[in-house]
């Protein structure tokens, strides 16, 4: 079974527009890592941030804000004012502590944003 | 501060020659080392990971093998390339538990297409 679901595979939005990428994501361990990386055209993966499953207070950084929510396993990532640089692939992924020693990565979502 | 070394950034190889791509990371000891391909579309898929100097683990029957000579060096080879080969490969290096520090960090890829 797919540990991590981002149901969106392309979102298109024009400038200065809100968009809010979902990610789903399912596992048994109690503690785990959700991560939201960032792939620009270059392709290299960056790295936006990294949530434990037992701090779900919500996080913004500059117009990036992330929405965990166990209740729905649920780690939603919304851009606010949207940009054209924000046009990328974005790949939510998870790790559970029980075997850290991989990632399971969602099949992304590609962002445009339309100037 | 930790940095990983991807090369070729870009590599065009005919059928049945034979490959090789290294990934190196500087700063940290004792890294788990993997390799992901992405190919046409965007999801990510994991080869092959070490989590130490000879132990390779692969994650799915291909005609690519995996070395680890030394603690920070993670060789992607192959004998005889086919056209199902071509894609863009990533390495990544981790902490032991992905969950500690910021999980992955991968390096810049190689587009491979074999013709």
């Known amino acids: 079974a797919q540990k991590v679901t981002q149901a969106q595979t392309e979102i298109s939005v024009v400038e200065k527009e809100d968009v809010t990428l979902d990610c789903v994501y399912e596992?048994?361990?109690?503690?785990?890592?959700l991560f939201w990386y960032k792939q620009p055209p270059s392709g290299e993966l960056v790295f936006l941030i990294r949530?434990?499953?037992?701090?779900?207070q919500n996080e913004i950084s500059g117009r990036y804000s992330w929405n965990f929510q166990k209740s729905t396993s649920s780690f939603n990532f919304t851009i606010t004012a949207s940009q054209v640089v924000d046009s990328a692939v974005y790949f939510c992924?998870?790790?559970?502590?029980?075997?850290?020693?991989?990632?399971?990565f969602g099949t992304g979502t590609s962002l445009t944003v339309i100037p | 501060s930790q940095t990983i070394h991807q090369w070729p950034a870009t590599l065009v190889q005919p059928v049945g020659s034979p490959l090789s791509l290294e990934c190196t990371v500087e700063?940290?000891?004792?890294?788990?080392l993997y390799w992901y391909r992405q190919a046409a579309g965007r999801g990510l898929q994991l080869l092959f990971y070490?989590?130490?100097?000879?132990?390779i683990s692969s994650e799915v029957p291909q005609n690519l093998s995996a070395s680890r000579p030394q603690d920070r060096q993670f060789i992607l080879s192959s004998k005889k390339l086919l056209l199902s080969d071509s894609g863009f490969y990533l390495c990544?290096?981790?902490?032991?538990?992905?969950?500690?520090?910021?999980?992955?960090?991968f390096g810049s890829g190689t587009r491979l297409t074999v013709v």
């Open positions: 990544a290096w981790s902490a032991h538990r992905t969950g500690q520090g910021r999980g992955y960090t």
């Open positions: 596992t048994r361990d109690t503690t785990y890592y």
């Open positions: 949530r434990n499953s037992f701090d779900e």
């Open positions: 992924a998870l790790s559970e502590a029980y075997t850290g020693n991989q990632f399971y």
């Open positions: 700063g940290t000891s004792n890294p788990n």
């Open positions: 070490s989590v130490g100097i000879g132990q």
